[in-house]
């Protein structure tokens, strides 16, 4: 049965120790939280795919039947080893369900900005490579002057006076809330 009381659970561990006099501990924390995200989506989008329902009695009616893990596995992950999930369900979920239950994510504004700003980050944590540093300035800090991923991630929103990390955290949550039940067309 699909729940995200894992998830939540996890972001409640990970956020209780965070302190701002150690920084660094935002952006280890969000890295962990957001892979944890994307594993989640991952496992409630083969779930769906398979034809189970969430634990809030939520199934979503498939144009396409996929007859177990392994058949889904096998066309999305075609000659590649990894499936990159996020995009694959962005790319095929409008073709495998009536009403797509991952339209709140792709298909709201707010909701895909976030999402793309959090993989963004995740990138740049993850590698710093160059490339991801380039699209981080652009996505996350509006091409403005660079400055490292934990002070972002501390820093106050004007219009919300939350930080980053809490509009994050909170977006986490409420998408992995609202995918586990039926869309409101």
């Given at each position: 049965m699909m729940e995200n009381d894992e998830l939540k659970t996890y972001i409640?561990?990970?956020?209780?120790?965070?302190s701002p006099s150690v920084p660094l501990l935002?952006?280890?924390?969000?890295?962990k939280i957001f892979v944890k995200f994307e594993v989640y989506?991952?496992?409630?989008?083969?779930?769906?795919?398979?034809?189970?329902?969430s634990g809030r009695g939520y199934c979503?009616?498939?144009?396409?039947?996929?007859?177990?893990?392994e058949h889904l596995r096998a066309v999305l992950r075609g000659?590649?080893?990894?499936?990159?999930?996020i995009k694959k369900i962005e790319l095929l979920s409008k073709h495998i369900f009536v009403d797509n239950p991952f339209n709140i994510i792709f298909d709201v504004a707010e909701n895909l900005t976030?999402?793309?700003?959090?993989?963004?980050?995740?990138?740049?944590?993850?590698?710093?490579?160059?490339?991801?540093?380039?699209?981080?300035?652009?996505?996350c800090l509006g091409n403005g002057q660079f400055i490292e991923p934990?002070?972002?991630?501390?820093?106050?929103?004007?219009?919300?006076?939350k930080s980053n990390y809490t509009l994050y955290i909170e977006k986490i949550v409420e998408i992995s809330d609202l995918i586990l039940e039926e869309p409101l067309v």
């Open positions: 409640n561990e990970c956020t209780e120790k965070l935002y952006e280890a924390s969000f890295f989506l991952a496992n409630i989008f083969e779930d769906y795919c398979i034809g189970l329902q979503p009616e498939r144009k396409l039947a996929f007859s177990d893990r000659d590649k080893q990894y499936v990159e999930y976030m999402l793309n700003q959090m993989i963004t980050l995740r990138n740049y944590i993850a590698h710093e490579s160059g490339e991801a540093r380039i699209k981080y300035v652009k996505t934990s002070t972002y991630l501390l820093k106050k929103n004007r219009r919300t006076s």
